[in-house]
């Protein structure tokens, strides 16, 4: 199994400012999402992180918002960007790592950043 | 990927087995169910997974039904510390369809 770690745990950030988390998995995954998970919900996919290339983004979420890099196999970030009150949600980092077989991948997920804006 | 219907809240007592249905009518033949936990403020965490046979392991067992239209995930002695949102989701393995989505889910509480 893979250990994401994941920060900050936590962050309380002004209006208008940005926020970036960032996401470290212990081996080479295949692939790393981020997902959204607001308040008593569940949890949304934002983007598929793609190792030196532009992000996939999922329905709306755009790249200005939620700029994302991954410059190698095992780490990622993501920047929530011009904060407003309805970016307060957890962010997950996760990953997909491979067992001998296609079929026995697993996703996993890092603890979240739970992110609260004033 | 196909969608799923799980009811919103299940209890059980302690102690008592915990069986967590899953609809998945659409199911098409290359894709999977997966079942994944959250406990409160912790991320999702994997439980288990199958195509069509039953699957067990040392946390769970999965029973598929033979037309592969529903599940049932089981608990067998469900503790305080299995209270959660249980997360069923089905995933193709073609191409570039690797990620998950993810449902409502059943907000599972065990009690004593």
């Known amino acids: 199994s893979a250990v994401i770690s994941q920060k900050p745990s936590r962050d309380i950030c002004q209006r208008g400012t940005s926020l970036t988390i960032q996401c470290q998995v212990d081996s080479q995954v295949t692939m790393m999402f981020w997902y959204r998970q607001q308040p008593g919900q569940s949890l949304t996919l934002i983007a598929t992180a793609n190792q030196g290339s532009e992000a996939t983004y999922e329905s709306g979420f755009v790249i200005d918002k939620f700029p994302i890099s991954r410059p190698n196999l095992t780490f990622s970030t993501l920047t929530v960007s011009n904060l407003s009150p309805e970016d307060s949600s957890i962010y997950l980092c996760?990953?997909?790592?491979?067992?001998?077989?296609?079929?026995?991948?697993?996703?996993?997920f890092g603890s979240g950043t739970q992110l609260s804006v004033l | 990927d196909a969608k799923t219907t799980q009811p919103p809240s299940m209890d059980c007592a302690e102690g008592r087995a915990a069986n967590l249905p899953c609809n998945h009518s659409t199911i098409s033949g290359n894709e999977y169910v997966y079942w994944y936990r959250q406990i409160h403020s912790q991320g999702p965490q994997y439980i288990i997974h199958g195509l069509k046979n039953n699957e067990t392991n040392e946390m769970a067992s999965l029973i598929i039904t033979e037309d592969r239209k529903s599940s049932t995930l089981i608990l067998p002695h469900a503790t305080l510390r299995d209270t959660a949102v249980y997360y069923c989701?089905?995933?193709?393995?073609?191409?570039?369809?690797?990620?998950?989505?993810f449902g409502t889910g059943t907000r599972l509480q065990v009690t004593l």
């Open positions: 989701i089905v995933r193709s393995y073609t191409g570039t369809a690797s990620k998950l989505t």
């Open positions: 996760s990953a997909l790592g491979r067992g001998r077989r296609a079929t026995n991948e697993k996703l996993f």
